[in-house]
């Protein structure tokens, strides 16, 4: 029987991926690829190399669709050709006969995991950077003009959390060894304010050591009073600071090109900023990351318990009634990211809540089908 069920889980499974993905891939890329071939003289081979990239994110996106797309078809089969009957008749019951959907959805949970970690994050990094090559539009790996980073930290005054700056850093240069024309304001002590203020003609960053060598340079000392208490001038000078050039210097990174632990890793990094929104933002996009694959699990269960509802309904209306599931359940992500970034509900909530609302939905779907 399970044996059965799955064979007869696995065709509708991988017609849904071709046709999703073909359909994510036409609203996403295809018509972009094709103005551009148009308008900016794109190579025709080129726009269908991207293209080729750009289909694996639009796969794993068609993953947790297909599943209830098969889930609906297959057990919708199931019920007008009156074999659930016969299935209960022998004492098998609506929990035993959806085991094989949820096991099917567990597998494509782990495949999803995977497929968006290990080749999503490289295909579209690589689509990007050929898309960029092929319309001279080339993104250096660093900032080369004019960089400045604030680094903010959270302070308790009267009772209310606030963003203060406590050091702002610029440099006028940067060609990936050396970073010169520099401007360091230092405001780490919050109760005497403004502490000092560092010039230098140049700084290397010391590997070795993680510490910045500076060259040729005057540190101005400032009072309370806000005057100069001293003017220190040097010509060598090592100072600790919490960021490496490259981290300085790093460009801003499109999450949909990171894995989740290159989005953790990005995460610390931005975290010593103190910049509270891009902080928030990245935190509710790596759960929104973890929480995707496990679609697939809440469409599996949808899907079945749907399915198994007595009904005399074809594969359109099966994919017709798929396709609106998806866009309330996207809708409902889309939501839930929303209050995450308005801080209304936490970053892990944001990413997880759809699941637990899909799960409990699932589960009592299933439960008065076996009612």
Aim: charged share 15%; with cysteine.
């Amino acid at each position: 029987m399970d044996r059965y069920i799955f064979i007869q889980l696995l065709m509708p499974f991988l017609f849904g991926v071709g046709a999703f993905s073909s359909i994510v891939l036409a609203i996403g890329s295809l018509f972009d690829l094709v103005r551009q071939v148009a308008e900016a003289g794109l190579p025709i081979t080129v726009a269908m190399e991207v293209m080729a990239l750009k289909m694996p994110l639009y796969v794993g996106y068609a993953f947790p669709m297909s599943i209830l797309l098969s889930g609906m078809m297959t057990y919708g089969q199931f019920s007008a050709a009156s074999e659930i009957i016969a299935f209960r008749s022998c004492g098998i019951s609506i929990y035993r006969l959806v085991l094989p959907a949820l096991i099917l959805s567990i597998i494509v949970t782990i495949v999803t995991f995977f497929f968006n970690e290990l080749l999503v994050p490289a295909a579209n990094q690589r689509a990007t950077a050929i898309l960029s090559t092929a319309l001279k539009q080339d993104k250096p790996a660093f900032k080369k003009d004019n960089i400045i980073v604030p680094e903010y930290k959270e302070i308790d005054r009267n009772g209310t959390k606030e963003q203060v700056l406590v050091r702002l850093f610029y440099a006028e240069k940067f060609d990936g060894k050396t970073m010169s024309g520099l401007t360091i304001i230092d405001r780490s002590q919050q109760d005497k304010g403004l502490s000092q203020i560092l010039n230098a003609q140049s700084a290397v960053w010391n590997a070795d050591k993680s510490t910045w060598d500076f060259v040729n340079g005057t540190i101005y000392l400032i009072a309370p009073d806000a005057s100069y208490r001293n003017i220190v001038t040097f010509q060598h000078q090592q100072l600790q600071l919490p960021k490496s050039p490259f981290d300085l210097a790093a460009p801003d990174k499109n999450p949909e090109e990171m894995s989740v632990a290159e989005l953790m890793e990005y995460a610390e990094q931005i975290r010593l900023s103190g910049d509270k929104k891009k902080i928030l933002s990245v935190a509710v996009k790596t759960q929104s990351k973890l929480a995707f694959p496990f679609v697939c699990i809440v469409f599996g269960l949808i899907g079945s318990a749907m399915g198994i509802k007595p009904q005399r309904s074809g594969k359109a209306t099966s994919f017709g009634v798929s396709v609106l599931m998806i866009f309330g359940y996207y809708l409902i992500m889309f939501v839930c990211g929303a209050l995450g970034q308005a801080e209304i509900i936490s970053p892990f909530f944001a990413g997880w809540l759809p699941n637990f609302i899909g799960i409990a939905t699932g589960g009592w779907l299933v439960f008065q089908a076996a009612k």
